[in-house]
C-alpha cells in the first residue's frame, strides 16, 4: 500500500509539475502578446515633426532594417530571426563585432540602389527600421505613408541632420532607442544589458580618467562643407558624458572656428572610402600648423559607427574617444 501511495504521489507531483511549467510558458506567451507602446518619432523629409506613438500587438516578423548600427544592433540583440532584409549603404565591409559579422552573413540583403516606394512596398515589411534621412521624398516619402499602410515605423532618435543643431542629442536618447527596439521585438532582456554595459563604461572611464587633465575637444566631419557636431550631437555628448570639454558651435564651419576653438584634441569623422585618409585636409593645412593639436599629433580620425546613431556600439565609441582623449588610460 505504501508503495502504491508513493508512486501515486510522485505522479501527481510529476503532473502538476509538467502542468505548471506549461502555465508558466502560457504565461510568458501571454506576455509576447501584451501590446506594446513605443513613443517614436514622425519623420518627414528629414524633419522631425513630433512624436509618433507605435503600438506593437507583437513582435515583428517581417523587418526591414537600414543602416549598418541599426542592423548590428538588432543582431546584438538577438533579432535576426526577425529580420526580413537589411540594406547595407556602405559598400565597403563594416567592421562589425566578430559576433555580429557572423550573424550578418546569414541574413537576406539588398543593396542600398533598391531603396525605393516600389521595391519596399513589394516585398511587404511589418517594420522599418532607418534613420532620419531615409525618410525623404526620393527613396521613403515619410514614417506617416508607411504607418497609414499598417506598416510600422522606428527611427533612431539621434539622427538628425549634422549640418543642423535642431534637437539635443544625447547618450540616454540612444539608450533608449535600444530598450524601444528591445520592447517592440520582445528582447527587453538583450536591450537592458546592452544599456547596462553602455552606462558601466561610463563610469569604469570616469573611474580611471580621475587623475588626468579634461581635455577641450572638437568633432568634425567634411561632407559638403566642415560639419561640426558640438555639445548638441550625439558623438559631443558622448566627450561630455567621460569628461571632455564640447563647445557649442555652429553646425557649418570654417577653418577660422578650428582656430578659434584651439582644442586640445580634434576628432575627425571619416565615413566613406577614405577613411583614416581625410583627416591630412586639417593635419597638411599650413593655416593649421600652429595649433597645439596639430603640433602635437592629437587629430586622429574616428569612424562614423562610432559617432552617429551608435546603438549597440555606443560603448565602444565611448572607449574609443577615451583613449585618445587620455593616452595611456587603463578601463576596466
Not at 548600427?69 to 562589425?96: D, F
Not at 549640418?163 to 532582456?189: C, N, P, W, Y
Request: aromatic share 8%; charged share 25%; hydrophobic share 35%.
Amino acid at each position: 500500500e505504501m508503495k502504491k501511495y508513493i508512486i501515486s504521489s510522485l505522479i501527481i507531483a510529476l503532473a502538476c509539475s509538467i502542468l505548471g511549467c506549461q502555465s508558466l510558458d502560457k504565461q510568458q506567451a501571454k506576455q509576447q502578446d501584451k501590446p506594446v507602446v513605443v513613443n517614436n518619432i514622425n519623420v518627414d523629409n528629414y524633419y522631425v515633426k513630433g512624436p509618433n506613438k507605435q503600438v506593437f500587438d507583437k513582435a515583428p516578423q517581417r523587418v526591414l532594417v537600414i543602416g549598418e548600427n541599426e542592423t548590428e544592433t538588432l543582431l546584438e540583440l538577438g533579432a535576426a530571426p526577425n529580420i526580413l532584409m537589411a540594406v547595407a549603404q556602405n559598400s565597403r565591409k563594416y567592421a562589425m563585432r566578430q559576433e555580429n559579422w557572423e550573424a550578418f552573413q546569414k541574413i537576406k540583403k539588398c543593396p542600398s540602389g533598391y531603396l525605393n516606394m516600389e521595391y519596399v512596398t513589394s516585398i511587404h515589411p511589418d517594420l522599418i527600421i532607418a534613420q532620419q534621412c531615409v525618410f525623404i521624398r526620393n527613396r521613403l516619402n515619410n514614417t506617416d505613408y508607411w504607418n497609414e499602410r499598417g506598416v510600422k515605423t522606428l527611427v533612431p532618435l539621434n539622427t538628425n541632420t549634422p549640418s543642423k543643431h535642431i534637437i539635443k542629442e544625447t547618450v540616454d536618447k540612444e539608450m533608449q532607442f535600444v530598450r524601444d527596439l528591445g520592447a517592440a521585438l520582445r528582447v527587453d532582456a538583450k536591450a537592458e544589458a546592452v544599456v547596462k554595459s553602455t552606462y558601466k563604461t561610463i563610469a569604469d572611464i570616469n573611474k580611471a580618467n580621475a587623475s588626468y587633465t579634461k581635455p577641450k575637444v572638437m568633432i568634425v566631419e567634411f561632407l559638403s562643407s566642415m560639419i561640426s557636431y558640438d555639445n548638441t550631437k550625439l558623438v559631443g555628448d558622448m566627450v561630455s558624458r567621460i569628461g571632455g570639454k564640447v563647445a557649442e558651435t555652429p553646425p557649418v564651419i570654417g577653418l577660422e572656428n578650428v582656430v578659434k576653438e584651439n582644442p586640445d584634441v580634434l576628432f575627425v569623422v571619416c565615413s566613406h572610402a577614405d577613411y583614416g585618409e581625410c583627416i591630412t585636409k586639417l593635419t597638411e593645412n599650413p593655416a593649421l600648423q600652429n595649433l597645439p593639436c596639430i603640433k602635437n599629433k592629437r587629430t586622429y580620425s574616428i569612424p562614423l559607427r562610432f559617432t552617429y546613431g551608435t546603438g549597440c556600439r555606443t560603448e565602444d565609441g565611448l572607449k574609443f574617444l577615451a583613449e585618445r582623449m587620455y593616452p595611456g588610460i587603463e578601463i576596466k
